[in-house]
């Protein structure tokens, strides 16, 4: 390929665009960027409502991949990158998990700043332990990131689910299942960490939240596996066993003290009227789902 075809292929991406009417952007008050801004974010969600369809798709796929021992893993660069560190951080407090992971062009000092060139390939040692049971997810808002695309690629020669989250149509990125979020060209031409990011950020609350509740993660609308590891945690894990159980908070700590703080095992033990040791073995021989734990008393 000829080197303009490369650069004739970025400058035609719709993110790459700029939007009309904007020539004097830089001449308009704060207040007037503030609203423009917040109203191309509210405008873009369109974008993640009409790829719902493969959005859910991704979900499930990717819930059977780690319901068989598998990891949910995301790759990208930049923004992207960062975004995807992000959710695999907060899943493993909110879901007391270690099967989401991270992984962002550059390393982890990428998370803070940039590094040059480092979105532009691909080193197989930041995937070397993937496998047949994973699902890999990568983000690029263009499509054509070759360090994303690098991992897809890696992904699907291990047999790994691969999904690819993008934000332009024809995208040069190939998976299992694609998700398109066209968000169009940004206020700030090209600056995917707008209105792209804020929908990539959406996709990725979406499939972790969903697949983690699919693997028995929460009971009714709480977080029943959270890690209790701060100050704030351990007083919502009191409020959770508390409100699902139907208790006074001092039967609900003394249920969390016996069950060595596990909210799923406490809530189980004071609904099902067994002591934390009967309520930890019913957890684990229904993969920790509590409504199947209390179904029937076992």
Do not use: W
């Not at 798709?57 to 560190?85: H, K, N």
Request: aromatic share 2%.
């Amino acid at each position: 390929m000829r080197a303009n075809d490369s650069t004739d292929r970025l400058d035609a991406l719709t993110t790459e665009a700029v939007r009309p009417d904007l020539h004097d952007l830089d001449t308009r008050s704060i207040g007037e960027i503030v609203a423009l801004l917040v109203a191309a974010e509210g405008e873009a969600h369109g974008a993640v409502v009409a790829a719902l369809p493969r959005i859910t798709a991704a979900a499930e796929a990717i819930a059977a991949r780690l319901a068989r021992g598998g990891r949910l893993i995301y790759a990208g660069a930049g923004t992207p990158g960062r975004l995807g560190v992000l959710d695999a951080a907060e899943c493993g407090p909110t879901f007391n998990t270690d099967l989401v992971r991270g992984v962002i062009a550059g390393g982890p000092v990428a998370l803070t700043q940039a590094i040059d060139g480092a979105e532009d390939a691909f080193d197989v040692a930041d995937l070397a332990d993937v496998t047949a049971d994973d699902a890999l997810v990568g983000i690029t808002a263009s499509g054509r990131t070759p360090f994303v695309l690098g991992a897809l690629n890696h992904g699907r020669a291990a047999g790994a689910l691969t999904v690819a989250i993008v934000n332009n149509s024809g995208s040069e990125a190939t998976a299992d299942i694609m998700i398109e979020l066209l968000t169009g060209p940004e206020v700030l031409a090209g600056s995917t960490r707008l209105t792209a990011g804020t929908c990539q950020k959406v996709v990725l609350n979406a499939i972790s939240t969903s697949v983690m509740i699919a693997l028995g993660k929460a009971y009714g609308p709480r977080m029943v596996d959270v890690r209790a590891t701060n100050a704030k945690l351990r007083r919502r894990t009191v409020r959770i066993v508390r409100d699902a159980a139907g208790v006074d908070e001092e039967t609900a700590a003394r249920a969390l003290a016996a069950a060595d703080g596990h909210a799923k095992t406490a809530i189980v033990a004071l609904l099902a009227g067994v002591d934390a040791a009967e309520a930890a073995a019913r957890l684990d021989r229904v993969h920790g789902r509590v409504r199947d734990a209390l179904r029937g008393r076992l």
